[in-house]
């Protein structure tokens, strides 16, 4: 089976960063598309930004300019560095993955929390 582990999340103070990790471990052959999302009480899950195998990214027009994401395919591993965060990037953030032969995963979500 394939596993995603996230890891980055936290309190941080407006106008403040930090960077999400996510690596996928188990079987897998190769990933697609990998990815993250966002949940805040209320609402319904949103994607933040994905990105494909060869690098190519799509963002939520809410953290263009704001939010990176990258990827290191050697590590199986997803990064979303969040710069200039605002009490309304507060959510639960999932990375997801696009296993080929496999199928999509999601990781257990972590908290980030914007407040001062």
């Known amino acids: 089976q394939v596993q995603l582990v996230e890891s980055g999340g936290g309190l941080v103070q407006p106008g403040g960063s930090l960077r999400l990790s996510c690596t996928a471990s188990g079987s897998i052959f190769s990933i697609n598309t990998m990815g993250w999302y966002r949940q805040a009480p209320g609402k319904q899950r949103e994607l933040v930004a994905d990105?494909?195998?060869?690098?190519?990214?799509n963002y939520a027009d809410s953290v263009k300019g704001r939010f990176t994401i990258s990827r290191d395919n050697a590590k199986n591993t997803v990064y979303l560095q969040m710069n200039s965060l605002k009490p309304e990037d507060t959510a639960v953030y999932y990375c997801?993955?696009?296993?080929?032969?496999?199928?999509?995963?999601w990781g257990q979500g972590t908290q980030v929390t914007v407040s001062s």
């Open positions: 990105i494909t195998r060869g690098g190519r990214t």
């Open positions: 997801t993955a696009n296993i080929v032969l496999s199928g999509t995963y």
